[in-house]
Structure formats: C-alpha cells, structure tokens
C-alpha cells in the first residue's frame, strides 16, 4: 500500500530535526499520524474553499499556523525532500475530496508532509520520549497533535 512517506526518509528526518532513532514498528505508527493530520488540514482546506466560493483547494485554503509555516521553513533547512509520487500516491488511496488541488498547492503538498515529519520529531522530543520513543510517547503525541491540528 502507498505511503506518504517511506521509512528511510522518516529516519533521516527524525535524526536530523530531534536525534531520535526509529523502529520500523514506530516508524509505521507515526506514518499513520502523519497520514491521518494530513488528510485533516485537506478536509479543512475543502470546507474554506467552498466557505470562499471556489471549487478548487488553493494555498490559503490550508489551515495553515504561523508554527507549521515555521516548521515548513526549518524542513527545508535539514535539506530534504518528499517525494511528490508518494504523496500523489496517497491522495489515490483516500476517499476522493470534493474538490480538486489546484496545481500550484500540489507542488507544495511535500512540504507539508516534511513539516509533519519535523512536528510529531520535535514533540516527541519536548515530551521527554529520548532518543527511542515508545508507544506511549506516540500515543502521546498523538493526543497533543489531535489537539493542536
């Protein structure tokens, strides 16, 4: 099945941003939070984008904090890339949103999915979950993120 991010990318961005070491068992689990956010900020971007009377998703359609665009710019500082294809690939694979992505928010989409990365790295960290978080630390930032985004 096609995930948004694939495990060796994971890695390097979770040592980079946080210095924690993944498990492919944790990896996958993070991957499912990843993947859950993001489908969240689109379903938000649907709703502003008909609230605007367009139907088409554009940027400022994404729900979008000053924090997350923060984390979108220090992403791109750990020199690393989202593959576009997996992320296309993904959108494949969930319920069709009802509008379309206009192509200028589909080449920003990777960045997203790299500031989620960095994110769920970082709150791990704050939390105290050390360099191998445990499934309770996960849960955890899980919680925070379900709160936050």
Do not use: W
């Not at 492919?24 to 008909?50: N, P, Q």
């Not at 890339?81 to 928010?105: G, H, M, T, W």
């Not at 790295?121 to 993120?145: F, H, N, Q, T």
């Amino acid at each position: 099945m096609a995930r948004v991010v694939g495990f060796k990318k994971l890695e390097s961005v979770f040592r980079k941003a946080a210095g924690i070491d993944l498990d492919k068992s944790k990896a996958d689990r993070i991957t499912d939070i990843i993947e859950k956010k993001f489908h969240d900020l689109l379903l938000v971007a649907v709703e502003k984008a008909g609230y605007n009377g367009r139907d088409i998703i554009m940027e400022p359609d994404m729900p979008l904090t000053k924090g997350f665009e923060e984390s979108i710019r220090e992403f791109k500082k750990l020199e690393e890339e989202v593959d576009i294809q997996d992320v296309l690939a993904f959108l494949e694979k969930i319920p069709p949103l009802k509008y379309p992505i206009s192509a200028e928010l589909e080449e920003k989409l990777p960045e997203y999915i790299g500031a989620l990365m960095l994110i769920i790295a970082r709150v791990l960290k704050e939390i105290g979950a050390g360099r191998k978080p445990s499934s309770d630390d996960i849960d955890r930032c899980e919680r925070i993120l379900d709160l936050t985004l």
